[in-house]
Protein backbone atom coordinates (compact mmCIF):
# COMPACT_ATOMS: atom_id res chain seq x y z
CA UNK A 1 0.00 0.00 0.00
CA UNK A 2 1.34 3.37 -0.68
CA UNK A 3 1.69 6.08 1.27
CA UNK A 4 -0.77 8.47 -0.33
CA UNK A 5 -3.44 5.32 0.11
CA UNK A 6 -2.64 5.10 3.77
CA UNK A 7 -2.94 8.46 4.37
CA UNK A 8 -5.99 8.88 2.94
CA UNK A 9 -7.28 6.01 4.73
CA UNK A 10 -6.15 8.06 8.10
CA UNK A 11 -7.62 10.93 6.54
CA UNK A 12 -11.22 9.12 6.63
CA UNK A 13 -11.03 7.64 9.92
CA UNK A 14 -10.14 11.12 11.60
CA UNK A 15 -13.49 12.57 9.42
CA UNK A 16 -17.09 11.72 10.33
CA UNK A 17 -18.39 13.02 6.30
CA UNK A 18 -16.98 11.21 3.42
CA UNK A 19 -18.43 13.61 1.00
CA UNK A 20 -16.38 16.34 2.12
CA UNK A 21 -13.21 16.09 0.27
CA UNK A 22 -10.53 15.57 2.53
CA UNK A 23 -7.38 18.31 2.49
CA UNK A 24 -4.51 16.10 3.84
CA UNK A 25 -2.24 18.69 4.18
CA UNK A 26 -4.86 20.73 6.65
CA UNK A 27 -5.43 17.43 8.85
CA UNK A 28 -2.14 16.64 9.14
CA UNK A 29 -0.90 20.25 9.77
CA UNK A 30 -3.82 20.58 12.62
CA UNK A 31 -3.07 17.44 14.31
CA UNK A 32 0.89 17.59 14.01
CA UNK A 33 1.10 21.11 14.76
CA UNK A 34 -1.60 21.68 17.45
CA UNK A 35 0.97 22.52 20.23
CA UNK A 36 2.50 25.19 18.11
CA UNK A 37 -0.80 26.77 17.28
CA UNK A 38 -2.62 27.07 20.06
CA UNK A 39 0.44 26.65 22.77
CA UNK A 40 1.53 23.95 25.26
CA UNK A 41 -0.78 25.50 27.95
CA UNK A 42 -3.81 25.34 25.93
CA UNK A 43 -2.39 21.98 24.56
CA UNK A 44 -2.40 20.61 27.65
CA UNK A 45 -6.05 19.97 28.46
CA UNK A 46 -7.21 20.52 24.99
CA UNK A 47 -7.00 18.16 21.95
CA UNK A 48 -8.02 18.18 18.40
CA UNK A 49 -10.55 15.15 17.95
CA UNK A 50 -11.67 15.26 14.43
CA UNK A 51 -11.85 17.23 11.50
CA UNK A 52 -14.97 17.34 9.10
CA UNK A 53 -14.32 19.77 6.07
CA UNK A 54 -14.17 23.27 7.88
CA UNK A 55 -15.30 22.22 11.40
CA UNK A 56 -12.68 20.97 13.64
CA UNK A 57 -14.27 19.36 16.74
CA UNK A 58 -12.22 19.54 19.97
CA UNK A 59 -12.11 17.96 23.49
CA UNK A 60 -11.05 19.01 26.81
CA UNK A 61 -9.99 17.80 30.00
CA UNK A 62 -12.45 19.87 32.32
CA UNK A 63 -15.60 22.38 31.30
CA UNK A 64 -13.60 25.20 32.18
CA UNK A 65 -11.37 24.81 29.61
CA UNK A 66 -14.85 24.20 27.16
CA UNK A 67 -15.47 28.06 28.50
CA UNK A 68 -11.38 29.32 27.76
CA UNK A 69 -11.72 27.42 23.86
CA UNK A 70 -15.14 29.51 23.69
CA UNK A 71 -14.06 32.85 24.56
CA UNK A 72 -10.61 32.47 22.74
CA UNK A 73 -12.03 30.57 19.27
CA UNK A 74 -11.49 32.85 16.77
CA UNK A 75 -7.92 33.44 17.67
CA UNK A 76 -6.95 29.50 17.75
CA UNK A 77 -9.08 28.99 13.96
CA UNK A 78 -6.47 31.89 13.19
CA UNK A 79 -3.64 30.10 14.52
CA UNK A 80 -4.55 27.38 12.84
CA UNK A 81 -4.51 28.99 9.62
CA UNK A 82 -1.04 30.70 9.89
CA UNK A 83 0.60 27.87 11.59
CA UNK A 84 -1.23 24.92 10.05
CA UNK A 85 -2.65 26.08 6.72
CA UNK A 86 -5.99 24.88 8.02
CA UNK A 87 -9.15 26.37 7.08
CA UNK A 88 -11.79 26.21 10.14
CA UNK A 89 -14.76 27.80 10.25
CA UNK A 90 -16.63 26.48 13.02
CA UNK A 91 -14.83 24.67 16.32
CA UNK A 92 -17.16 22.19 18.36
CA UNK A 93 -16.23 22.03 22.40
CA UNK A 94 -16.62 18.98 23.51
CA UNK A 95 -15.75 17.90 27.36
CA UNK A 96 -14.06 14.38 28.04
CA UNK A 97 -15.82 11.20 28.40
CA UNK A 98 -14.01 11.73 31.98
CA UNK A 99 -15.34 14.91 32.42
CA UNK A 100 -18.71 16.52 32.62
CA UNK A 101 -21.45 17.33 30.31
CA UNK A 102 -20.11 18.27 26.59
CA UNK A 103 -20.90 22.15 25.99
Keep these: ?13 LRRDDSVPADIAAV ?3 FERWVEA ?10 PVRLDGTTLVVEVDE ?8 FFTDTIIRRLDEVA ?5 TLVVRVS ?7
Design 63 to 70: PAWATQVK
Design 1 to 13: MSLRDSLTGVVKA
Design 85 to 89: GATIE
Design 97 to 103: PGGSQPC
Design 28 to 30: GGV
Design 38 to 47: VGAPIAAHVN
